[in-house]
Nanobody, 125 residues
């Protein structure tokens, strides 16, 4: 599967951004999906993940209450709505896909099979 992330940009602190990740292929509903981010000098970290049916999600503590992951299996797209953005949210955001045979949420980066190219989010103070 090929992933194309979009929606990044420059926003002031307190603002919002909506990221999208479009997937190729006709088996999108068989993949767990995740959003990760990597800031300069830091390791890649999970932001949010969603299971293949969309009924279960996980979030890193630092974004809980501000970020929502969702998916549209008919549209082959996973979304990340980010509100109340902070300067520490500045990073390159990546979407990832994992072929799933159980209805679970995948949280480890090493478990994902496919990665998008990343989209830069910059939050100014």
């Amino acid at each position: 599967v090929q992933l194309q992330a979009s929606g990044g940009g420059l926003v002031q602190a307190g603002g919002s951004l909506s990221l999208s990740c479009a997937a190729s292929g006709r088996t999108f509903g068989s993949y767990d999906m995740g959003w990760f981010r990597q800031a300069p000098g830091k390791e890649r970290e999970l932001v949010a993940a969603i299971n293949r049916s969309g009924g279960r999600t996980r979030y890193v503590d630092s974004v809980k209450g501000r970020v929502t992951i969702s998916r549209g299996n008919a549209e082959n797209t996973v979304y990340l709505q980010m509100n109340s953005l902070k300067p520490e949210d500045t990073a390159v955001y990546y979407c990832a896909a994992r072929r799933s045979f159980v209805d679970s949420v995948t949280i480890r980066a090493t478990d994902y099979d496919y990665w998008g190219q990343g989209t830069l989010v910059t939050v100014s103070s």
